[in-house]
């Protein structure tokens, strides 16, 4: 497709549940980003792949996250036993370029945690 | 301290103003340098890049200042669709980039 894609838009998890947060980037793009944004924040960083590999996962908040990208093109946020703190918009990114040439970002998914 | 630092606003300005934000880093070894606009409830976009030797792009001019450590960001002839969060980006160095809170400007007729 022609821009980054996210999937679901919205998801409300109870307390304890498993979630999966899907990133289909920008055909081509090497480079593949996630980000958490509280209300009111910017987005603050989880973790990044070039290609397959993880390169950087020193913002994942807990060992409860996890994400994966194992063909080098969609990727998973998967978030186990959910807590209340991790209700957030989570956002996707992806670049051409290995350096930060500017993003361009998915529309993210909305996650409750109720 | 944070890494980015902005004022959190809200600027409210009328059409036709001149507004003009700043943004501090702490990271003097920091590399490239971005403004995002964030519109309520929508994904960051990228509303320019930011070179040492300053840049233009229409109404909006960015600037950097490296022996400070801050970046900023004019918009002249302010709009009503200019209304938005702008968010203040540094890279420092590899992949790692840094989000300021943002800025929120609120344009008014």
């Known amino acids: 497709g022609a821009g980054v894609s996210q999937s679901p838009r919205y998801k409300v998890a109870k307390r304890g549940q498993d979630v999966a947060l899907r990133c289909d980037p920008i055909?081509?793009?090497?480079?593949l980003f996630w980000y958490q944004q509280a209300l009111g924040q910017g987005p603050e960083f989880l973790t990044y792949?070039?290609?397959?590999?993880?390169?950087?996962k020193s913002g994942l908040p807990s060992d409860r996250f996890f994400a994966e990208r194992p063909e080098g093109s969609v990727s998973t946020l998967k978030i186990q036993r959910t807590q209340q703190e991790d209700s957030a918009v989570y956002l996707c990114?992806?670049?051409?370029?290995?350096?930060?040439?500017?993003?361009?970002f998915g529309s993210g998914t909305r996650l409750t945690v109720v | 301290r944070k890494e980015v630092e902005q004022d959190p606003g809200p600027f409210n300005v009328p059409e036709g103003a001149t507004v003009a934000f700043n943004c501090t880093y702490s990271n003097s070894a920091s590399q490239s340098f971005f403004w995002y606009r964030q519109d309520c409830r929508k994904e960051p976009k990228l509303l320019m890049s930011v070179y040492s030797s300053g840049n233009e792009d229409g109404r909006f001019t960015a600037q950097l200042n490296r022996a400070s450590q801050y970046i900023s960001l004019l918009i002249r002839d302010s709009k009503l669709s200019d209304s938005a969060t702008y968010l203040c980006?540094?890279?420092?160095?590899?992949?790692?980039?840094?989000f300021g809170a943002g800025t929120r400007l609120f344009v008014k007729a």
């Open positions: 980006v540094v890279n420092t160095g590899g992949f790692k980039t840094i």
């Open positions: 990114a992806s670049s051409m370029d290995r350096e930060n040439y500017g993003y361009t």
């Open positions: 055909s081509g793009h090497v480079s």
């Open positions: 792949f070039q290609n397959e590999a993880q390169l950087d």
